[in-house]
């Protein structure tokens, strides 16, 4: 599958204006490795090989492990997430399903219990930009480095 075009040098306005969403996401006291697990679980859900590369590779320098990478599609039936991660990832599928009724109220209470609503308004912040990201990436046919 071949690029068909780069949005940065095409359109620099809309890429700059996504690249504000990462500079705000940097700013936020947001766990980076629930940053990565969204932006991962994410992009699998979506289907985004170029983001799914990516974000293991980044996940990988904050200390993530193969295993937990490789178990993430499978993470209800794994002990290996904790329950904070587990109510991250539950945010991050629900999101990304948008289509079957987003957040839920149940994961939504679940978070509640565990974090205040700013960390909470900045997970559904990350769960947006990678949603936008990945739609960006499959769009254009973005691919991995090799």
């Avoid at 839920?104 to 559904?124: C, G, N, P, R, V």
Wanted: charged content about 25%; hydrophobic content about 40%; proline content about 2%.
């Amino acid at each position: 599958m071949n690029p068909r075009f780069n949005m940065a040098t095409l359109e620099p306005a809309g890429y700059k204006a996504m690249l504000g969403l990462e500079s705000y996401l940097a700013t936020t006291k947001l766990d980076k490795m629930h940053k990565e697990l969204i932006k991962i679980r994410t992009s699998q859900i979506n289907g985004c090989a170029f983001c799914i590369d990516m974000h293991t590779k980044d996940a990988r320098k904050y200390g993530e492990t193969e295993q937990r990478i490789y178990l993430l599609n499978a993470w209800r039936e794994t002990n290996l997430f904790n329950e904070e991660e587990r109510v991250v990832l539950a945010l991050a599928e629900e999101m990304a399903l948008i289509a079957n009724g987003g957040l839920s109220e149940e994961t939504y209470q679940k978070a509640k219990a565990l974090f205040d609503d700013h960390y909470i308004a900045q997970l559904i912040m990350v769960a947006v930009t990678i949603n936008a990201w990945n739609r960006i990436a499959i769009s254009t046919h973005l691919q991995p480095a090799e």
